[in-house]
């Protein structure tokens, strides 16, 4: 069963905490003061300007906060300060019983992939690859808020997931495929493999982006995926971009894509702008999408957020 997160209108209050890498405190709070001035009210977690060593705070603390959020009342919308590393580390100490009682919307991506990816799989609550605190600044383009509160703030359905004028879709592997929408950063969803968070990839569109990797490390975690089978029990595939990521052996993110999933034979585009690039879709993760990749096409069949009040 599927939970839709009540709608996020002005004046709501969001949660910020930090689940993964630390981030400076002067980022934090011009962020918050921008989301201030945008018209929602803030509400920060205890250990939010935390470090304990290469993460913000232990991991019990770092849940503690994501726990705090689901609990406070006047919290509509969760948002992490950052990615980078560690987010793994908080799922054993969350409670999935009141996350399920208390849906709220949870933006992010990179390596908050996996939490949003574990609270949909846990809980059945749709999640948002979306726009994390950091994004919250002057030089995000209006094409990202706009794709973000889209999603979050209207009932507008079925709604065509669209990338930016001039940045087109490609279309790998033609086909016509609904599903639930799973997946995000690369590195998060291999590292889920084998633990009690493995994403369940059965009958779904998986979604997989990147930044930094050489295409040899690409080739590892896309094989990696294919000999979990992770490929196989999917409906079809969407790859978003790979951000900065460097060629190997003169072989680049397309060349791997080319070389390990077209043959595959399921559904498959690329280049969905999202995640770690300039233009960042927002993606609802575990909404029920159509994937028409003759055509380029990616349509959410239903709103990802419910009407309360």
């Not at 950063?185 to 982006?209: A, F, R, W």
Request: proline share 6%.
């Amino acid at each position: 069963m599927v939970t839709r997160p009540p709608v996020l209108q002005r004046g709501d209050t969001v949660g910020i905490v930090t689940l993964a890498s630390p981030y400076p405190a002067e980022y934090i709070d011009q962020a918050v003061a921008n989301l201030k001035n945008s018209g929602l009210n803030v509400v920060l977690g205890k250990h939010v300007y935390a470090q304990t060593g290469i993460v913000a705070g232990t991991d019990e603390q770092r849940a503690s906060d994501l726990m705090d959020m689901f609990v406070d009342k006047r919290v509509k919308m969760i948002l992490s300060t950052r990615g980078g590393t560690g987010s793994f580390g908080v799922l054993p100490y969350l409670d999935y019983n009141i996350i399920a009682s208390n849906p709220k919307i949870v933006s992010g991506y990179s390596d908050i992939s996996i939490v949003l990816n574990v609270l949909y799989q846990f809980t059945g609550l749709i999640t948002f690859i979306g726009l994390l605190l950091e994004d919250f600044v002057p030089t995000t383009p209006e094409y990202n808020f706009t794709s973000f509160y889209t999603a979050v703030s209207t009932f507008q359905s079925p709604r065509q997931i669209l990338n930016p004028p001039n940045i087109s879709i490609k279309s790998l592997v033609p086909g016509n495929v609904t599903g639930r929408i799973v997946g995000g950063n690369l590195t998060s969803i291999v590292d889920s493999l084998g633990t009690p968070y493995e994403i369940d990839t059965k009958g779904k569109i998986l979604l997989l982006e990147e930044q930094l990797e050489p295409s040899t490390k690409i080739y590892r975690y896309l094989n990696h995926l294919k000999i979990a089978g992770k490929f196989r029990e999917c409906a079809g595939i969407i790859m978003g971009e790979c951000t900065d990521c460097i060629e190997a052996y003169g072989k680049s993110w397309d060349d791997v894509i080319n070389d390990l999933l077209i043959p595959l034979g399921k559904p498959l585009i690329t280049n969905l702008t999202t995640s770690h690039g300039k233009y960042k879709a927002t993606i609802p993760i575990g909404a029920n999408v159509n994937l028409d990749s003759r055509n380029g096409k990616i349509t959410v069949l239903e709103p990802a957020v419910s009407w309360v009040g």
